[in-house]
């Protein structure tokens, strides 16, 4: 490693989306390596609405790998995090900056620390998968910085040992995660089955019912499935094969009907075997899920009574280990449609302002038209409630709505001002 002092810093930043599963991966085979019991297909957000930016930085003045997330620092000593760097400096390429006279050798970069500086622009372990945006990002700027020569297939086999829907977040549109069958993992990895270009007609919509960390982690939660669910192994061997490929024909048909109707079973079934799990998990709270006789779904009944009544599926909804529901429409008038259903039953506290609570994508918002929370409150029942008591509403159960659409996948971000590490101290600006 050659270099004029040991003050410089290289870097490079990125920004990758998260993704929502439609088909869900729930449980592990191998917890060291994150390697499934079952395949998974995702949709990529836009990253413009939720996703993580991530500079990565490394100098010879650099004293030990540090992280900052969302500004305050945290500790790189877990295995996950270790088991990225590790390899990802095995793969690493030479390097050569001729106007700074720098020099790396493949070898050297075991021998440099990193900073890592990360921030997502929603909230971080509330079930809206900010580890997969998070570990996709740092696996993507590194492989940047580091010159990296695998492809994204590669670099999913990495991400997955981070975070296993992380290897997802490495492609936009709709992706596979393939379980595999090897041992090392080497065949557990994600694969593009469209970009996003190819169904854009379709709208989703993120309502935030909470933005609290979960009390019950992913990782923890799928042990506990694992060891003592009886649904787990028959949705994985005997449920999840054929989805997988009724779902697989229905994106490239572009057949919402099937679409939404493997969406919305899947994610029920997920749930289910997180209730078949002993103690039990409940990742849904009183808003996404109304306590009664019938245990039925707050928001979930809502959307399924206005299916019933058009006859034919009108959105589908997914949640993951999390209490916030993903609605999917399948184009922006109908989009609108659900906006003016969710609103009527979801109004904001009065506290709050209409540009906080509906977030996202601006041609849908304007489309919408609402401009102040005295039009929401003028919003009429939708037809399928009129012949029912008069309906209630909650108003101040959803923290705020996302607009959003399917997205591309990670980008290196270029200019110092998009960076969240100073290059002249190497610190968090």
């Known amino acids: 490693m050659t270099g004029e002092s040991k003050n410089w810093i290289l870097m490079a930043t990125a920004r990758a989306p998260t993704n929502i599963a439609v088909i869900k991966y729930w449980g592990k085979r191998d917890e060291a390596l994150i390697l499934p019991i079952n395949d998974s297909i995702s949709v990529t957000l836009d990253p413009d609405h939720l996703s993580a930016t991530t500079t990565v930085a490394v ?32 793969r690493a390429g030479e390097y050569t900056d001729e106007n700074k006279g720098i020099h790396i050798e493949k070898y050297d970069w075991n021998k440099l620390h990193v900073h890592i500086a990360s921030y997502n622009n929603f909230p971080t ?44 977040s490495l492609y936009g549109g709709f992706v596979k995660w393939t379980m595999g069958n090897e041992m090392s993992g080497s065949d557990s990895i994600a694969v593009q089955l469209a970009n996003e270009t190819h169904w854009d007609d379709l709208v989703i919509i993120v309502a935030v019912v909470s933005s609290r960390q979960k009390e019950t982690s992913s990782t923890s939660g799928m042990r506990g499935s694992v060891e003592t669910s009886s649904l787990i192994q028959h949705r994985a061997k005997v449920v999840v094969p054929s989805r997988i490929l009724q779902m697989e024909q229905a994106i490239r048909n572009k057949d919402f009907s099937s679409f939404a109707r493997l969406t919305c079973a899947d994610s029920n079934q997920f749930h289910a075997v997180c209730l ?33 009544h058009e006859g034919t599926p009108m959105v589908a909804y997914t949640f993951d280990a999390g209490p916030n529901a993903v609605i999917v429409a399948p184009n922006q008038k109908v989009a609108i449609d659900l906006l003016q259903r ?86 968090p600006k």
Not at 128 to 155: I, P
Not at 342 to 351: G, S, V
């Open 342 to 427: 969710l609103l009527f039953y979801f109004p904001p506290a009065r506290d709050n302002e209409l540009s906080s609570y509906v977030l996202g994508d601006k041609q849908i918002l304007h489309e919408f038209g609402l401009e102040s929370l005295s039009s929401i409150e003028g919003l009429q029942p939708p037809p399928e409630a009129k012949d029912k008591a008069p309906a209630q509403r909650y108003g101040g159960d959803v923290s705020y709505f996302i607009c959003t659409r399917p997205g591309k996948g990670p980008a290196i971000l270029v200019g110092e001002d998009q960076a969240l590490i100073s290059c002249q101290t190497g610190l």
């Open 276 to 308: 078949d799990t002993s103690p039990p998990i409940v990742y849904m709270n009183d808003t996404s899920h109304r306590h009664d006789l019938f245990h039925n779904y707050r928001i979930i009944s809502i959307l399924e009574r206005w299916n019933r």
């Open 125 to 168: 372990a509330a079930g809206l998968a900010s580890s997969a945006a998070g570990f996709a990002c740092l696996v993507f700027s590194l492989a940047k910085l580091m010159n990296v020569k695998e492809d994204l297939s590669q670099l999913s086999t990495i991400a997955r040992q981070g975070s296993g829907s992380a290897c997802r």
């Open 59 to 90: 100098s010879p003045s650099f004293e030990k790998d540090r992280m900052w997330l969302n500004g305050k620092e945290i500790s790189l000593s877990g295995g996950r995090y270790q088991n990225c760097l590790r390899e990802l400096r095995n």
